[in-house]
């Protein structure tokens, strides 16, 4: 039997290709991550106090699909591979609207994603200049608040929060910035709570 010999190298050729591609697929393959809120949906239809949310806003690099790493005093790298599955605008701000929906069982939290509302008693206001994870194993989350009443300012707070990973990994980098957004809802709804009981 006589064999194509010009044939079994294109052949062969051809499967080495096609398993090293497979094999640099492998490596490099995205992996997306969520952030969630703690909290159950609530539905609140009579409660005589309302806050609305407007949409937060974010520093530009945070507001990249990739998930940011701090490397040094002043340098960010954004994963190539490790991505939000949502923009991270949108999903801070549905977190904290459905964290501080439940805190603040006496009001009606409102999410400013669906635009605003003239019933609206108090306007909360939340801008997040570092949200990512450092290389010592830290998750860091800062930024400015404010609330709003009858157009004044009545609460204008820095917040600057970080805790440490519990494990090496994307996964739970994300977990701990999901930890300390919720833990701002807390700080936020303990204010709220005091200047609303005041009016």
Not at 6 to 20: D, K, N, P, R
Not at 78 to 97: C, D, F, G, K, Y
Request: aromatic share 6%; with cysteine.
């Amino acid at each position: 039997m006589k064999i194509n010999t010009t044939g079994l190298i294109i052949l062969s050729s051809f499967l080495l290709l096609a398993q090293g591609c497979a094999q640099q697929s492998s490596r490099t393959s995205n992996h997306f991550y969520l952030l969630n809120s703690n909290s159950q949906a609530i539905s609140k239809n009579n409660s005589t106090h309302i806050l609305g949310i407007r949409p937060v806003t974010v520093a530009n690099y945070i507001n990249n699909s990739g998930i940011a790493l701090q490397t040094s005093s002043n340098k960010i790298v954004i994963a190539n591979h490790h991505l939000w599955a949502e923009q991270p605008s949108l999903a801070v701000t549905r977190v904290l609207h459905s964290e501080l929906n439940a805190l603040l069982t006496q009001s009606r939290v409102d999410n400013g994603q669906f635009g605003s509302r003239d019933d609206w008693q108090h306007i909360l206001t939340i801008h997040i200049d570092q949200f990512h994870g450092t290389e010592n194993g830290q998750a860091v989350l800062s930024g400015d608040w404010q609330l709003e009443s009858k157009g004044s300012v009545i609460v204008n707070q820095r917040f600057n929060l970080s805790a440490p990973i519990d494990e090496p990994g994307y996964a739970s980098l994300v977990n701990q910035l999901q930890q300390l957004l919720s833990l701002l809802a807390r700080k936020q709804a303990e204010q709220i709570s005091i200047k609303t009981d005041q009016e």
